[in-house]
């Protein structure tokens, strides 16, 4: 029988984890995009093009897993585990730069820049786009170290 990692593809933590990994991004492309002009900063839109990748692959990895979950069979054959750990790394370090390019602009159009870039609540909302692309790459790289954690073990079946 296959050893049981938390978190890997196929198990139920593994869902949880798609699943939040997508709210968030989510939640951050809406609290970009719903009535604000981000096209005229670069990293803003950084942010949006990373969030619209991470989406669909959080979405289709999830519903791999729920399949997993249900019928009980997890598919772990070591060249699928290895591109979904390609995939996690890839994304989750251009998550990052997302969040941090995003919480930086922010932060100056505040500190520095003051009511001339943006008004109070509008660089209210780019600061909660950049928490929730945070907290999606927290999700993003817990998924991508539990999945690096499985691969070495596939190589001994």
């Known amino acids: 029988m296959e050893e049981e990692f ?4 196929g198990t139920s933590a593994s869902l949880a984890l798609r699943l939040g990994q997508a709210v968030f991004s989510v939640a951050s492309l809406l609290f970009m995009c719903v009535g604000v002009e981000f096209y005229a900063y670069t990293s803003f839109c950084f942010l949006v093009t990373i969030k619209g990748l991470t989406i669909p692959w959080s979405l289709t990895l999830a519903m791999v897993d729920a399949f997993s979950v249900f019928v ?9 585990v290895f591109i979904i750990v390609i ?6 370090f ?3 730069a997302a969040a941090c390019s995003t919480a930086s602009v ?3 159009m505040i500190t520095e820049a003051g009511a001339f870039f943006c008004g109070k609540r509008l660089c209210s909302r780019y600061q909660l786009s950049a928490a929730m692309a945070f907290l999606s790459w ?3 790289i817990g998924s991508a170290l539990f999945n690096l954690w499985l691969l070495p073990s ?3 079946l």
């Not at 938390?6 to 593809?9: K, S």
């Not at 009980?72 to 699928?80: A, C, E, L, M, T």
């Not at 995939?87 to 989750?92: A, I, M, Y």
């Open 72 to 80: 009980k069979r997890p598919s772990r054959q070591v060249q699928i």
């Open 138 to 140: 927290c999700l993003s």
């Open 106 to 108: 922010a932060d100056f």
């Open 94 to 96: 251009l998550s990052l």
């Open 154 to 156: 596939l190589y001994n």
């Open 87 to 92: 995939g996690d790394w890839v994304l989750s």
């Open 6 to 9: 938390p978190g890997a593809i």
